[in-house]
């Protein structure tokens, strides 16, 4: 699916009302750049609030390749690393689109439990969770990340709750 297809699905018909106009998502490709790679962000009112750049990935590699493989593949060291780099809302670009695959893929209900976190964060921001989901998601919030909760919050406050 082409880029701007996808991001008017997200900002548009996906968004809940209340958010529409202050949550945007920007993704580009640095074309002439040495590995043609590029980067997505998450912005609210202008400002980025995720950055998913390319770069992240080394960084995810490099912390994967220090750890003792202890009878685990490389594989499973990246992933292990994977998320907990995500704990701390750093993603690479490539994680933004299988979450968004993800969340296109399953039912809303699914996603608000999903484990990648991006997925829950899409679903957060859906117009199709009502009040009464957001207030019986209150007690499970506390227990993520401060970079979800504040789309939590955002989300709570924009529906004057």
């Not at 880029?3 to 529409?20: A, N, P, V």
């Not at 993704?27 to 997505?40: L, N, P, Q, S």
């Not at 590699?61 to 593949?73: C, D, E, L, M, Y």
Request: aromatic share 12%; with cysteine.
């Amino acid at each position: 699916m082409r880029w701007s297809k996808l991001r008017r699905m997200l900002e548009q018909d996906y968004l809940c009302e209340s958010l529409k106009g202050r949550v945007s998502y920007f993704a580009t490709r640095y074309r002439k750049a040495h590995d043609d790679h590029g980067r997505v962000a998450i912005l609210v009112d202008r400002k980025e609030v995720i950055n998913m750049p390319f770069s992240v990935d080394g960084v995810i590699t490099n912390a994967a390749i220090q750890k003792p493989r202890v009878g685990k593949s490389r594989g499973q060291l990246y992933a292990e690393t994977e998320a907990e780099y995500a704990g701390n809302g750093l993603f690479t670009p490539w994680a933004f689109g299988f979450a968004v695959d993800l969340y296109f893929e399953n039912t809303i209900f699914v996603s608000l439990q999903s484990e990648n976190l991006l997925v829950r964060l899409l679903a957060i921001l859906d117009r199709r969770v009502g009040k009464r989901t957001l207030e019986k998601l209150k007690t499970e919030v506390t227990d993520l990340p401060e970079w979800l909760q504040f789309f939590y919050n955002l989300r709570m406050e924009s529906e004057n709750i």
